[in-house]
């Protein structure tokens, strides 16, 4: 397939990030931009450049725009994906997939029935902790799996307030008590992206929010929701276990580590907590791999300064440079995205390339569908299990693709 002409909707905080990004990518020949607030449309699209601008999705569909790439709210995901992929468009969205086991299968039969690619951008993929422990795991050095944790500790405070005051509008709090087990996919795939097993049961419990900002309330809440804080234990398919923490009211800095992993075998182990990750054996090895994993500050862009001025959390999340473990994998990316700046541990770049890779050669992307619905269902049925006290419940399994 020759380049493709890609619409970005949503030009949030997180969506512009992305514009120079995919504009600079050899297989993209056009760069639109979809938003519905006039205002921001006209100012994101004049600060970046972008020429060709949709009111509305449904423009978009209209348009001979060939992929999109969604970066709206997370509520609103997999309801524009699946208008995208059923009007013949490839989707690259960000997480999560969707908000219900019912939307994962929708999601997987219009992929299986239009033969169109669908990513969803896991940044935890792309983690240095992932890659370095992926990397491990495939050469046999950690035996066979019997525990890991994932971690997504994100407090309100470190710039959640900003960023659902930015899309939400005046309603914003309805939205932003999202549950925390219905965003899982950070903590999720960090452990099994390296196992390549998927999670068959789970029990979890949550944390009934205590603040007086009177965001997790059921009253308010779009979802009925109270918890802040959730936690979940699951069992893998390989026989292991595994447990989750998805936390949003937690007593920790904004420049401590929010996603972290800990991953155990039985010959060895990997440990990460805020400043520290080690590799340790059975027979006694203690490893520092602490400068191996993490990925240095870079610069922002003049067109990104004034978004990490009113926001300071954005700097950690989306600019930076690539860690010691990227070095391999970065030589294949495009010679345009050594001039630009990446984000989220060093993923931005892969996301976008293996998007753009998958729609070219017609291949599946690292997280198509069923592996995001491997990544999105276990937090879906553990909020279940919250609301009934830490009930034990089984995941289904929603299948994986015949190659």
Not at 282 to 308: K, S
Request: aromatic share 10%; charged share 20%.
């Amino acid at each position: 397939m020759k380049p493709f002409k890609l619409c970005i909707v949503g030009a949030g905080q997180f969506g512009v990030f992305f514009i120079p990004l995919f504009r600079s990518h050899p297989g993209i020949s056009e760069v639109s931009l979809c938003e519905s607030d006039p205002e921001r449309l006209a100012k994101t699209s004049r600060d970046h450049g972008v020429r060709r601008v949709f009111a509305s999705m449904g423009e978009v569909l209209r348009s001979d725009v060939d992929a999109v790439a969604i970066f709206t709210q997370r509520h609103s995901h997999a309801p524009l994906a699946l208008q995208a992929l059923r009007s013949g468009k490839h989707v690259y969205c960000a997480v999560p997939a969707a908000t219900t086991l019912e939307e994962l299968e929708e999601l997987i039969e219009a992929v299986k029935s239009t033969g169109l690619t669908y990513m969803m951008g896991e940044t935890s993929h792309y983690y240095g902790a992932t890659m370095f422990c992926r990397e491990k795991w495939e050469s046999g050095a950690f035996g066979d799996f019997v525990y890991g944790e994932g971690e997504y500790c994100h407090d309100m405070a470190h710039g959640f307030y900003s960023a659902f005051r930015y899309s939400g509008g005046p309603d914003w709090k309805k939205v932003a008590s999202y549950p925390p087990m219905l965003y899982p996919t950070h903590s999720i795939a960090m452990v099994l992206s390296v196992t390549g097993a998927r999670m068959t049961s789970v029990s979890c419990l949550g944390f009934k929010d205590r603040s007086d900002d009177g965001i997790f309330r059921e009253e308010v809440s779009e979802w009925n929701n109270a918890f802040s804080n959730q936690t979940a234990l699951f069992r893998t398919s390989d026989g292991g276990m595994a447990r989750i923490n998805e936390f949003r009211r937690i007593g920790l800095s904004s420049k401590a580590r929010s996603v972290r992993l800990s991953l155990y075998g039985t010959k060895a182990g990997f440990e990460e907590q805020s400043g520290m990750a080690a590799w340790v054996t059975h027979e006694g090895t203690i490893e520092d791999v602490e400068a191996r994993i993490r990925c240095g500050a870079a610069e922002p862009t003049p067109r990104h300064q004034a978004l990490i001025e009113a926001n300071p959390a954005l700097q950690h999340d989306f600019v930076t440079d690539y860690a010691e473990v990227h070095q391999k994998a970065r030589l294949r990316l495009p010679a345009a995205f050594s001039k630009l700046h990446t984000g989220h541990e060093g993923s931005h770049h892969f996301l976008v390339d293996d998007f753009v890779i998958a729609v070219l050669h017609d291949t599946l992307p690292p997280v198509h569908i069923w592996q995001a619905a491997r990544y999105n269902a276990p937090g879906i049925v553990a909020h279940q299990s919250s609301l009934r006290d830490g009930e034990h419940m089984a995941i289904p399994d929603l299948g994986w693709p015949v190659e």
